[in-house]
């Protein structure tokens, strides 16, 4: 069974910085890609950035880039989304996932319990 524990949410103001956490509890986490999914009330779930395996090569949204940076330790089995400039419209609940790429949430197959990201303005 595979666990993905997420921290690093919380309440900042627009234009701030916040850095989300995502351990993983799988023993073979370098073998699969690592994600950053949205949820705001009443929208869908939104793809944000994935990581390839090695970390080496990434995707993000086109509402994020040049924001957010998506980063992994495959030491610590440990996944980072760095979030710079924050705004209100990135509020939402952030949802750490596995295993898939791109938008398709089916295309991952685990995920987290979701951490709460609010920007005041």
């Known amino acids: 069974q595979v666990q993905l524990v997420e921290s690093g949410g919380g309440l900042v103001q627009a234009g701030g910085s916040l850095r989300l956490s995502c351990a993983a509890s799988g023993r073979t986490f370098s073998s699969y890609t690592m994600g950053w999914f949205r949820q705001a009330p009443g929208k869908e779930r939104e793809f944000v950035a994935v990581?390839?395996?090695?970390?080496?090569?990434?995707h993000v949204a086109d509402s994020v880039k040049g924001r957010f940076t998506i980063s992994r330790d495959n030491a610590k089995n440990t996944v980072y989304l760095q979030m710079t400039s924050l705004k209100p419209e990135d509020t939402a609940v952030y949802y750490c996932t596995r295993g898939g790429w791109g938008m398709d949430v089916g295309s991952y197959d685990y995920w987290g319990q979701g951490t709460q990201v609010t920007v005041s303005s």
């Open positions: 990581i390839s395996t090695s970390g080496r090569s990434t």
